[in-house]
């Protein structure tokens, strides 16, 4: 019998069971009619001895003409020694996106210092898109795709997420859950440049003036006022937490798990930051709290508030990292000698002396920056424009 729609459509559906009927063109091509009446195109072959049994795709989705060709076209496979249901079944059972970044965040991005940037950047930037989507079918044009988009929002936030996105596959290929990395070949999408901006005395006047009635949440305001004053990172100034000051609040300890060097590190608390520190949250882990529920504030979101008040502040573009930059050349033009100034920075020194100079330096980090409070402090006008709205927590 030759499988014709109208041959198909007139098929019984067996009392128990389901019954196939092959088609007289081509061997091993039938239709399955189960008892509830459902139909189905199958191909029956042998390959290494075993029977194998294919499913092609259900009637009337699939016509008869359709399936006929794709029957032939699998016999063609078949005869070259590939065996279509084994790769099916491969196909079915490889990994997700979703999976291979559930398993590298659990195995190996946790134990990263930038393991919660990598887990933000996939769940927000990569899973909704590729999530459900095999994980070796990614292509290099969709890695492009997605990085460029990103970037043209936020050009280095680009180049980051092409770097999370190389080292999730680069996991995957050393755990052959995939055979190759879509990364290959691709550039990051901005280019990379050291920045230079210094905000002047007038500037720092100004963005700490203005900070009172920007369009930012109160523990954004706080965190650019006590980066003002401490020259600390952003992303260890936004995850301070209560119990890395001291009792008296003179010294807050960065612990090395937070630190970019990978090392513990000391600051001296001045009275202007005890001030600031005042106004953090309260019943709160951290200090600056988020607005959106019990957790930090997050580099990203400090770097979007800045940067949607920029218009705001009415001084030239900057950055919260360029804050940090800026303390550190005002203290030089305070006197603070370098070293100094490396240390209260956290720079990691290179060299032999590096090695056996084990002196922390917190008394000379002290002074250094006690000058800069008061510097500071004149800069805005005094204590009382140091103020700042408190954060509920």
């Not at 401490?230 to 612990?255: F, V």
């Not at 882990?285 to 990203?300: D, E, H």
């Amino acid at each position: 019998m030759r499988l014709t729609e109208k041959t198909i459509k007139a098929l019984e559906p067996p009392e128990r069971g389901n019954r196939i009927s092959y088609d007289d063109e081509v061997s091993g091509f039938g239709v399955r009619v189960t008892t509830g009446g459902h139909r189905a195109f199958i191909l029956n072959y042998r390959t290494e001895g075993r029977e194998r049994r294919l499913t092609i795709g259900s009637w009337p989705a699939w016509s008869a003409t359709g399936a006929r060709r794709r029957a032939k076209d699998l016999r063609v496979l078949i005869d070259q020694g590939e065996d279509p249901l084994a790769e099916k079944q491969e196909r079915r059972a490889a990994p997700t996106v979703a999976h291979i970044a559930a398993e590298y965040l659990a195995r190996h991005a946790s134990r990263k210092k930038t393991g919660n940037a990598d887990r933000l950047y996939l769940e927000r930037d990569v899973l909704p898109g590729w999530g459900n989507l095999k994980a070796k079918d990614i292509r290099r044009r969709d890695v492009i795709r997605l990085v460029e988009t990103k970037a043209h929002a936020t050009p280095i936030a680009g180049n980051y997420l092409l770097s999370v996105i190389r080292t999730l596959f680069d996991w995957a290929v050393e755990r052959e859950l995939v055979e190759a990395n879509p990364c290959w070949g691709v550039k990051p999408p901005a280019k990379k440049s050291s920045r230079d901006r210094v905000l002047s005395e007038d500037e720092i006047r100004t963005v700490w003036g203005k900070l009172d009635d920007a369009a930012m949440g109160p523990e954004s305001r706080l965190a650019v006022r006590f980066m003002l004053a401490t020259g600390q990172r952003s992303g260890e100034a936004c995850g301070l937490t209560w119990d890395e000051l001291d009792a008296a609040r003179e010294w807050w300890t960065i612990p090395k798990e937070r630190s970019k060097n990978g090392l513990a590190h000391r600051v001296p608390l001045t009275a202007l930051a005890r001030e600031l520190l005042k106004q953090g949250a309260k019943g709160s882990r951290f200090v600056f709290q988020s607005s959106r529920g019990p957790k930090a504030l997050t580099v990203g979101g400090l770097s979007n508030a800045v940067k949607w008040n920029l218009d705001h502040f009415d001084v030239v573009h900057f950055t919260p990292h360029d804050l940090r930059r800026s303390v550190a050349s005002h203290l030089a033009s305070l006197g603070v000698e370098r070293l100094v100034i490396g240390k209260i920075l956290n720079h990691t020194e290179k060299g032999v002396t590096s090695v056996y100079d084990r002196h922390g330096y917190d008394q000379e980090k002290r002074r250094a920056l006690m000058k800069w409070d008061r510097r500071l402090r004149e800069i805005v006008g005094g204590t009382e424009s140091a103020k700042v709205v408190a954060i509920d927590g």
